[in-house]
């Protein structure tokens, strides 16, 4: 009769509000699971919620079998993983790195080089599903590597998400999670702007929906976003400051590949307006309100 495999030991680095959650689903199956924070306070958090542990060094996650990170940006990647101090130079040959981290697909191939050349397996696997999915353990997951890392990660991935899928060679999650923000960018603006215009109209903007919905105008954004849209509530899912993080990422992508994003440069700029009315923790759905505060504004002036 075999013996059971044991479970491979995880640190997962960076309790933000998606990291949290899913370390959560981790220990709650049964993983031994150690989480780290630069802001050792999320981390101890944390561990008042689920059984686990929580290191205050960062070096300490090289005793784990599996590296799962979810962290802010390209300079936050290198410095954990290829700096003087990083995690690169301190893991063992087998050991696997899994990044939610969304970067460039640059800094994804960079980890990837330096972890092959240790013999680590790394993945870049970008998440989308935002914190909602997170929470509720059905985020979609978009991974670039190698195919024998994916296999390896897998049964990890499948606690906390409904969909995962290896896309290519390192960089390719990367990439992939570009596609999936240029479409949702364009998708809320388009939604942003027939709501306005139904409320201009006069028109029932729920029943407006009730309609369209079981259309060719259905989405899910228009499904989950809607209500909260119209009742001007807009803490409710992806903020605008990362929105505008990973757009950024797109349009650097973009120019550097001679592709063009009219659409998306515009939508950005957009959400910068509404960084500039002090909407940067706003979810993306605040679209709507930009262009309702204008109409404001343009219709004071008229009456000036």
């Known amino acids: 009769m075999e013996t059971a495999q044991p479970?491979?030991?995880?640190?997962?680095?960076?309790?933000?509000?998606?990291?949290?959650?899913?370390?959560?689903?981790l220990a709650q199956n049964g993983y031994q699971v150690t989480v780290y924070n630069r802001s050792p306070e999320k981390s101890e958090q944390w561990f008042k919620t689920y059984n686990g542990k929580f290191i205050r060094k960062l070096k300490d996650a090289a005793q784990s079998d599996v590296i799962i990170s979810c962290i802010g940006n390209d300079d936050d990647l290198r410095i954990t993983y290829l700096g003087k101090e990083g995690l690169i130079r301190q893991l063992s040959k087998g050991t696997l790195i899994i990044d939610h981290t969304t970067s460039s697909a640059g800094v994804a191939r960079e980890i990837s080089e330096a972890a092959a050349e240790k013999g680590i397996d790394f993945l870049d696997a970008p998440v989308s599903g935002g914190q909602q999915g997170a929470e509720n353990g059905t985020l979609t997951i978009m991974c670039g590597g190698t195919e024998s890392g994916f296999n390896r990660a897998k049964p990890i991935l499948e606690v906390y998400s409904k969909a995962c899928a290896l896309m290519g060679s390192a960089g390719s999650g990367q990439l992939t999670k570009m596609v999936n923000q240029i479409a949702i960018a364009g998708l809320v603006q388009g939604l942003s702007e027939a709501l306005n215009f139904a409320q201009i109209s006069g028109l029932d903007c729920h029943q407006v929906i009730e309609v369209i919905s079981k259309g060719a105008a259905q989405s899910w954004q228009m499904e989950n976003r809607h209500?909260?849209?119209?009742?001007?509530?807009?803490?409710?899912?992806?903020?605008?400051?990362?929105?505008?993080?990973?757009?950024?990422?797109?349009?650097?992508?973009?120019?550097?590949?001679?592709?063009?994003?009219?659409?998306?440069?515009m939508v950005d700029q957009y959400y910068g307006d509404i960084q500039d009315m002090g909407g940067g923790r706003w979810d993306t759905s605040s679209l709507l309100k930009r262009l309702q505060l204008f109409k404001k504004a343009n219709n004071q002036n008229d009456a000036e």
């Open 7 to 25: 479970l491979p030991r995880i640190c997962f680095i960076g309790m933000g509000v998606m990291g949290s959650p899913m370390a959560g689903h």
């Open 227 to 265: 209500k909260t849209m119209l009742a001007d509530e807009y803490n409710h899912g992806f903020a605008v400051d990362h929105m505008r993080k990973d757009l950024g990422i797109c349009l650097k992508e973009a120019n550097e590949q001679g592709a063009r994003l009219p659409i998306t440069a």
